[in-house]
């Protein structure tokens, strides 16, 4: 979602800036964050403390703070940091042409972290696809803004808002447009995209709009991310099982194994609701690929609550998860809660729970050798420049041996040779569209 905000800031700048990869040639400079975790929020403050030199030399050097952070800590920022001229926040980025403006009149530091409950986030066509790259294949399309769930844990509802659903005819238009730029897959962006539209009136539902969607010609292949157990419904299942270019993959965030830990992050859910829904889906789409968040050393998460983590994984087979030892956020109702863990116990449990998910990883991915996958054909391979990279509808990464190198953008099908660690490796076969 953040790529995606930076890619807005670029769009609403594109007249009067262009970027470069050289900060010692830049005139403005805006370091979009997020807050999600500890770490990067940590990582802000060594990332923007870089360009104070810079600053020092050069004095009309424009520097920005955007994003989550920004929002979090608003003035504070300009304190802690005072060669800062501009803290923008989650809303407040979309005003960065007016605020550039005001800033060169009066050259004041400006903080813009208003967050409206009913704010429009206007409608965004790409001149060009990205930042460097104008060949791009795939896609990031926000549908929803902001979140009403309030887990225990988690600051995006403070420094994102409230959850806004984008009108289905902008979301359309932003996608037609980048099919005629050459993209082929998109995935539709919201913190909880199984409650789009169902706070306004006459917007269709989440696999409403995912119909909609895939009726676009030239779009082959669509994704989503992410979604909340709670509200993953039969009808989605039905879509993906019924809708040939929703892909295959799922990320349905766990967070945790225990009833007792997922009441206290307030998830709404319990293990048995969610194993339900994930069997439901694996009958429905037999080949679905699913992945997991998962939180360890919430508080007062003993030994034995984390078993029941390492249990859940066995249970569902995540293709892949991405975890998280548990930090305190601002704002939040976890910060407050006594029985902390201690840092040596959650370094533990999630090296424990890497090893147990790295086995099933490399189960299933040995399974894919010898088969043949339809890959959407991204670009050279980033460490092997006379290879192809792309994806299966699973959202495997798979590298490739091809006769052919200028099929950037082609659907193939790719014979698996190899299963590495985060990785497949196979040869081309043939083109299946270009
Ligand atoms: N501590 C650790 N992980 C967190 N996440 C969100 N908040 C926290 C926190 N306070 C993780 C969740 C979420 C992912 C984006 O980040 O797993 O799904
Ligand atoms: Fe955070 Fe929960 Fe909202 Fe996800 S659903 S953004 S974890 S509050």
């Known amino acids: 979602m953040n790529e995606n905000d930076t890619e807005k800031m670029y769009i609403l700048l594109s007249n009067e800036y262009e970027p470069t990869s050289n900060p010692e040639n830049a005139d403005l400079i805006l370091i979009n964050t997020c807050s999600v975790r500890e770490k990067p929020e940590h990582k802000v403050y060594s990332e923007v403390g870089r360009y104070k030199e810079l600053k020092r030399k050069k004095p009309d050097l424009i520097i920005g703070i955007t994003g989550c952070v920004a929002q979090q800590e608003g003035e504070n920022l300009i304190k802690r940091l005072p060669y800062v001229d501009l803290v923008l926040g989650t809303q407040g980025f979309y005003f960065i042409r007016d605020i550039l403006k005001e800033f060169q009149q009066k050259r004041k530091p400006i903080v813009f972290v208003e967050l409206k409950p009913d704010f429009k986030p206007p409608l965004l066509i790409r001149e060009n696809l990205t930042l460097f790259d104008q060949k791009k294949v795939t896609a990031f399309v926000t549908i929803m803004q902001g979140c009403d769930n309030f887990c225990t844990y988690c600051i995006v509802p403070y420094v994102r808002g409230r959850e806004i659903s984008r009108p289905p005819k902008d979301i359309l238009r932003e996608i037609e447009e980048l099919v005629k730029k050459g993209v082929r897959e998109v995935t539709l962006l919201g913190q909880n995209v199984n409650s789009y539209g169902l706070k306004e009136r006459n917007y269709p539902t989440f696999p409403e709009l995912l119909n909609m969607v895939s009726q676009i010609d ?3 292949r669509i994704r989503f991310t992410t979604n909340h157990p709670k509200d993953f419904s039969d009808k989605l299942i039905e879509t993906i099982a019924t809708n040939p270019k929703l892909c295959k993959h799922i990320h349905l965030p766990l967070q945790a194994g225990s009833n007792k ?3 206290k992050m307030n998830r709404k859910y319990t293990k048995e609701e969610y194993l339900e829904k994930v069997e439901k889906l694996k009958k429905a789409v037999p080949d679905i690929a699913i ?5 360890v050393g919430f508080p007062e998460e003993t030994e034995k609550d984390f078993e029941e983590t390492l249990d859940m994984l066995k ?3 995540y293709h892949e998860i991405f975890s998280f030892k548990y930090s305190d956020r601002p704002f939040t109702a976890a910060k407050n809660l006594k029985d902390k863990v201690p840092e040596e116990e959650k370094e533990k449990r999630l090296k424990k729970l890497h090893e147990e998910q790295q086995k099933i990883t490399q189960e299933i991915y040995n399974s894919y050798i010898d088969k043949v996958v339809e890959i959407l054909v991204e670009g050279p391979s980033p460490k092997n420049p006379n290879m192809l990279t792309g994806r299966t ?9 091809s006769p052919r190198l200028d099929i950037k953008g082609a659907l193939v099908n790719v014979k698996i040779t190899e299963a590495g660690k985060h990785s497949l490796k ?4 043939e083109i299946l569209k270009i």
Not at 426 to 429: A, I, P, S, V
């Open 393 to 401: 509808t699973t959202n495997v990464v798979v590298n490739f041996k």
């Open 315 to 317: 249970k569902v087979r």
């Open 261 to 263: 830990i997922l009441k």
């Open 291 to 295: 992945t997991s968040d998962i939180i």
């Open 218 to 220: 030239g779009l082959w």
């Open 426 to 429: 196979g040869e081309y076969l």
